[in-house]
């Protein structure tokens, strides 16, 4: 896939890096204000289509970058997992909230929700990063 | 009257799925009707006068929204992408495969 | 508020209309964008300010992806020959309408008026929200301590589908 003028790719470059930080800055104060780990996770997803679309495809470096959404998008699930099971090794239930509660509007407060949140950004980025790069990869006349 | 007009857009999708050959508008007409069930959760869920469940202050009491039907629309939301980019995926692959976006068509070809 | 959200809806009807009805497959795509950002306006209206957020994203990634899917295979919807099957299937998909339409009027008389909810289970997480889990946003509490097996299973039903997709749009192996 060709990419697009040069014009584009060096304003793609710029803005690629601020929606990043938008969408880190609404996952982290997701328990603050409107917003959390989905909303910040397909944000953060947006940012790298946007740099994949402005500047075309290499066959190669897809692919490695397919590795490495696997992979952060396994770990980001297997994290949330363990922070559930916690709760049961305690000896109380599953999904158990055991860090403490802090102060309330303050950022280290809620426990084990800017946890989980941060667990459920990755995962949500790097599976919706996998699913453009699959789409956009079909070519015609691939499977006959 | 505002439940009525979001059964008016459920039935529009329904008429969709029901009525077309196509397979790309029979996935169109699916989302159609799942964005009709997100606005009825949401609309159970208004109260008149009240501001978006968020506490501001720790002071003064306000009057919120529901936020349990706003829990249940945003997961429904995220499941409801990966529902229809799965249906995409295999729709993409049929046309591969048969040519035809047409269901009628590739009930004949079959194999 | 309430004369806004009524002409939000009827534009959101008149565009599903025209995403089911035309011939070219992506202004149909297109029309489907008018119904989803109508939504995210809904939504804002109906003071719902993280749903906002989550729908326009999502929006935008159903749109690229069913755009990128119809450039890739056909962008025109093949004819219909008039048959008496298409003219049964109407009459037939008409009268189900109607009767569905006569019962769910129906049952809109038995909810509680709109504005005015039942909030008997909400009551505590509204109170209680707060000193029980210590999050400001009473949404992000619900979903990630009152509820946290729903976000669980939802976690894992976006996997699943991921490697659905992955399965399914598989390229083949160079050959040997």
Same mark, same amino acid.
């Not at chain 1, 994290?79 to 090794?89: E, V």
């Not at chain 1, 941060?118 to 006349?141: D, H, P, Q, Y």
């Given at each position: 896939?060709?990419?697009?003028?040069?014009?584009?790719?060096?304003?793609?470059?710029?803005?690629?890096?601020?929606?990043?930080?938008?969408?880190?800055?609404?996952?982290?104060?997701?328990?603050?204000?409107?917003?959390?780990?989905?909303?910040?996770?397909?944000?953060?997803?947006?940012?790298?289509?946007?740099?994949?679309?402005?500047?075309?495809?290499?066959?190669?470096?897809?692919?490695?970058?397919?590795?490495?959404?696997?992979?952060?998008?396994?770990?980001?699930?297997?994290?949330?997992?363990?922070?559930?099971?916690?709760?049961?090794?305690?000896?109380?239930?599953?999904?158990?909230?055991?860090?403490?509660?802090?102060?309330?509007?303050?950022?280290?407060?809620?426990?084990?929700?800017?946890?989980?949140?941060?667990?459920?950004?990755?995962?949500?980025?790097?599976?919706?990063?996998?699913?453009?790069?699959?789409?956009?990869?079909?070519?015609?006349?691939?499977?006959? | 009257?505002?439940?009525?007009?979001?059964?008016?857009?459920?039935?529009?999708?329904?008429?969709?799925?029901?009525?077309?050959?196509?397979?790309?508008?029979?996935?169109?007409?699916?989302?159609?009707?799942?964005?009709?069930?997100?606005?009825?959760?949401?609309?159970?869920?208004?109260?008149?006068?009240?501001?978006?469940?968020?506490?501001?202050?720790?002071?003064?009491?306000?009057?919120?929204?529901?936020?349990?039907?706003?829990?249940?629309?945003?997961?429904?939301?995220?499941?409801?992408?990966?529902?229809?980019?799965?249906?995409?995926?295999?729709?993409?692959?049929?046309?591969?495969?048969?040519?035809?976006?047409?269901?009628?068509?590739?009930?004949?070809?079959?194999? | 508020?309430?004369?806004?959200?009524?002409?939000?809806?009827?534009?959101?009807?008149?565009?599903?209309?025209?995403?089911?009805?035309?011939? #070219?497959?992506?202004?149909?795509?297109?029309?489907?964008?008018?119904?989803?950002?109508?939504?995210?306006?809904?939504?804002?209206?109906?003071?719902?300010? #993280?749903?906002?957020?989550?729908?326009?994203?999502?929006?935008?990634?159903?749109?690229?992806?069913?755009?990128?899917?119809?450039?890739?295979?056909?962008?025109?919807?093949?004819?219909?020959?008039?048959?008496?099957?298409?003219?049964?299937?109407?009459?037939?998909?008409?009268?189900?309408?109607?009767?569905?339409?006569?019962?769910?009027?129906?049952?809109?008389?038995?909810?509680?008026?709109?504005?005015?909810?039942?909030?008997?289970?909400?009551?505590?997480?509204?109170?209680?929200?707060?000193?029980?889990?210590?999050?400001?946003?009473?949404?992000?509490?619900?979903?990630?301590?009152?509820?946290?097996?729903?976000?669980?299973?939802?976690?894992?039903?976006?996997?699943?589908?991921?490697?659905?997709?992955?399965?399914?749009?598989?390229?083949?192996?160079?050959?040997?």
């Amino acid at each position: 896939m060709k990419g697009m003028t040069e014009i584009v790719k060096t304003v793609s470059k710029l803005l690629a890096g601020l929606i990043f930080f938008y969408g880190m800055y609404i996952v982290v104060f997701g328990h603050l204000t409107p917003g959390g780990g989905f909303a910040g996770g397909v944000i953060i997803s947006g940012a790298f289509i946007l740099l994949i679309v402005a500047n075309g495809i290499d066959d190669e470096k897809i692919s490695r970058g397919k590795e490495k959404a696997g992979f952060l998008e396994s770990s980001g699930i297997f994290l949330f997992w363990i922070i559930s099971t916690i709760g049961l090794c305690m000896g109380t239930y599953f999904l158990l909230n055991f860090l403490g509660k802090g102060k309330p509007l303050n950022i280290f407060s809620a426990g084990t929700i800017p946890l989980c949140n941060i667990a459920i950004g990755a995962e949500v980025s790097a599976a919706l990063c996998s699913i453009v790069i699959a789409f956009i990869l079909v070519k015609k006349g691939d499977n006959k | 009257m505002t439940y009525l007009l979001c059964s008016l857009l459920f039935l529009v999708g329904l008429s969709g799925v029901l009525l077309k050959r196509n397979l790309i508008k029979i996935v169109i007409s699916l989302t159609i009707i799942e964005y009709s069930l997100f606005m009825f959760l949401a609309l159970v869920g208004y109260k008149h006068e009240a501001v978006p469940p968020i506490v501001t202050s720790l002071t003064e009491k306000n009057n919120y929204v529901d936020p349990l039907p706003q829990a249940l629309v945003l997961t429904a939301i995220v499941i409801g992408l990966a529902t229809t980019a799965l249906l995409v995926a295999l729709a993409v692959r049929i046309y591969e495969k048969y040519g035809t976006f047409d269901i009628r068509e590739i009930r004949r070809l079959k194999g | 508020m309430f004369t806004l959200l009524i002409l939000l809806m009827i534009l959101m009807i008149i565009g599903a209309i025209v995403a089911i009805q035309s011939k #070219d497959l992506l202004s149909a795509a297109i029309s489907m964008g008018i119904v989803g950002f109508g939504l995210t306006l809904v939504f804002l209206v109906l003071q719902a300010p #993280d749903l906002a957020i989550v729908q326009i994203v999502v929006e935008t990634l159903t749109l690229i992806i069913l755009i990128a899917a119809i450039l890739k295979t056909t962008m025109e919807e093949s004819k219909v020959k008039k048959s008496a099957v298409v003219i049964y299937s109407g009459i037939g998909t008409v009268i189900l309408l109607a009767i569905l339409l006569f019962i769910l009027g129906d049952t809109f008389n038995e909810l509680p008026g709109f504005g005015c909810p039942d909030l008997r289970m909400s009551q505590d997480y509204i109170e209680q929200g707060l000193e029980k889990t210590g999050a400001a946003n009473l949404v992000a509490s619900v979903i990630l301590d009152f509820r946290a097996y729903d976000t669980l299973g939802e976690a894992t039903v976006l996997f699943t589908a991921v490697m659905g997709i992955l399965a399914v749009l598989r390229r083949k192996g160079r050959k040997e």
